[in-house]
C-alpha cells in the first residue's frame, strides 16, 4: 500500500540542491513497506548485497569519487587515508545517525539522507570556523537493503562531497541486525588564530545567530502528520506546496560554508561558535557554560521565516518555543566582540539576538513583554520524547 504525496525532489544532474527556486515537483511514495520508499525509480531490478564482498561493495559505491583536494594524498585505496595539512591545524569530528532514532525511511530518501549525513558533519567543521577538506563515511546495513539503496545513498554522499569540495578518503561498512546507520568523519583545516571554540565569549560580547530558526523542526512536524494521516486514510492526497520551504529544510538542509570565508571577509574574529543541531537555547548554553558567561536572549530578536509562523499557528505551537528548542536548523551561532558590530550590522546573514553577561547574573530569555525568564535547555531529543 503505497501513498502518493507530492513531494520537492530534484534531478542530480541539474545540481537541484545549489539552486533552491528551481525544484521539480515529483512524487514521493510513503509507504508500509519501507523497501519501496528509498527509491527514485520504483520497480526496477534489485541487487543483493551478497553479490558484492565488503571490499567489491565500497569499490562499486565509490568507483566515481575523484580527488580533488591539494591536502588529499592518498584517498581510499590503502590501508588509510593520507593528508598534508601543510601546516595548519586540523579538526576533526564525528556524526552517527540511526534509523528509527535520527531518521525515518518512510519520508526520507536514501539520497537526502546520505546528502545530510555529510551537512551535519560540515556544520561542525564550519562551526570552528574551519574548511572542511575531506570526509570518511562507514555504515552498517541489513540484507534487506538491496545495493540500489546503497547507491541511493551514496548518490546524496557524492552531490554533497561535490558541492562542497571534500573528498571522500575512506570508511569502512559492516551488517546489521535491523536499521541503517550511517556514521561520518568530517577533516578540516584552519589557521591556529582563526579556529574558534565554545569557551572564548567575553562580558557585552554580542550573541548572533545565521539564518533563520524553526523550520526544520515544523517540516518534521508536517511530515509526522502526513504519515499519520497516510495510516488512517492511504488514499488521501495532501497538498505540501506550502510547507515546501520547512521540509526541503528538514530534509536538505544545507550547512553554512559561506560563513568562514565572509568572517574572513568582513575581517570578524569570533570569540567563540558553535552550530545550531539541537535547539538554540542549549547551544546558547553551551556557550554559556563553557565560556563560564551569563546571557540575555530577547525573544523579539529570534529570526523566523514566515512559513515557520504561520505553520506553528496551523499546529497550536509556539514559535519562539520551536526556535528555542527544535533543532537542526545547521545554523551558526556565535559570538563577536562589541567592536566588531560595525562590520556586520545590515548584513542579512547575521542577526544579533542578545549579550553575554557575568555568570553570577545568569543565563535569560527576555520576553517580548519585558518579562526574564530562565533560559531552559531542551533540545530535540526532550521534545520528541514529550510529544
Ligand atoms: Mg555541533
Not at 564482498?53 to 590501508?79: A, R, V, W, Y
Request: net charge negative; aromatic share 8%; proline share 4%.
Amino acid at each position: 500500500m503505497v501513498l502518493k504525496i507530492i513531494l520537492i525532489e530534484v534531478d542530480l544532474k541539474f545540481g537541484f540542491l545549489e539552486h533552491l527556486p528551481c525544484f521539480e515537483v515529483i512524487c514521493l511514495n510513503f509507504a508500509v513497506n519501507k523497501a519501496e520508499v528509498m527509491f527514485e525509480n520504483k520497480g526496477e531490478s534489485r541487487t543483493s548485497l551478497s553479490e558484492y564482498g565488503e571490499f567489491g561493495l565500497i569499490d562499486h559505491l565509490t568507483e566515481n569519487f575523484k580527488i580533488t583536494q591539494e591536502t588529499t594524498i592518498k584517498g581510499i585505496g590503502d590501508d588509510a587515508a593520507v593528508l598534508d595539512f601543510k601546516g595548519e591545524k586540523v579538526v576533526v569530528t564525528t556524526d552517527m545517525l540511526v534509523e528509527g532514532v535520527h531518521f525515518d525511511l518512510s519520508y526520507m530518501p536514501l539520497k537526502h539522507l546520505g546528502y545530510k549525513a555529510v551537512m551535519v558533519n560540515l556544520s561542525d567543521v564550519y562551526a570552528m570556523n574551519a574548511i572542511p577538506h575531506q570526509i570518511t563515511v562507514s555504515f552498517a546495513v541489513s540484507n534487506r537493503f538491496p545495493v540500489e539503496a546503497l547507491e541511493e545513498l551514496y548518490a546524496g554522499i557524492e552531490l554533497a562531497a561535490a558541492l562542497y569540495k571534500v573528498d571522500v578518503v575512506g570508511g569502512d561498512t559492516s551488517s546489521s541486525t535491523s536499521g541503517l546507520i550511517i556514521s561520518v568523519t568530517a577533516l578540516g583545516s584552519a589557521n591556529g588564530e582563526e579556529i574558534v571554540y565554545r569557551d572564548g565569549a567575553g562580558v557585552n560580547d554580542l550573541l548572533v545567530v545565521t539564518g533563520d530558526l524553526g523550520a526544520a523542526y515544523m517540516g518534521l512536524q508536517v511530515l509526522e502528520r502526513e504519515k499519520e494521516v497516510f495510516k488512517v486514510n492511504p488514499q488521501s492526497q495532501p497538498d505540501l506546496d506550502p510547507y515546501t520551504y520547512l521540509i526541503e529544510r528538514q530534509l536538505k538542509p544545507e550547512a553554512r560554508k559561506d560563513i568562514p570565508p565572509l568572517f574572513r571577509a568582513l575581517g570578524v574574529q569570533p570569540t567563540s561558535m558553535i552550530d545550531i543541531s539541537d535547539g538554540l537555547s542549549s547551544e546558547t548554553i553551551h556557550i554559556c557554560k563553557r565560556s563560564k558567561k551569563g546571557v540575555y536572549l530577547y525573544e523579539e530578536k529570534i529570526p523566523l521565516d514566515p512559513a515557520v509562523i504561520s505553520v506553528c499557528e496551523e499546529f497550536q505551537l509556539d514559535s519562539t518555543t520551536i526556535a528555542l528548542s527544535g533543532g537542526e536548523d545547521y545554523e551558526l551561532l556565535f559570538t563577536i566582540a562589541q567592536t566588531d558590530y560595525e562590520k556586520i550590522k545590515g548584513n542579512p546573514n547575521f542577526t544579533v539576538i542578545g549579550h553575554i553577561a557575568e555568570e553570577s547574573e545568569g543565563m535569560h530569555l527576555i520576553t517580548r513583554a519585558n518579562q526574564k525568564i530562565p533560559l531552559i535547555a531542551r533540545g530535540w531529543n526532550a521534545m520528541r520524547e514529550n510529544d
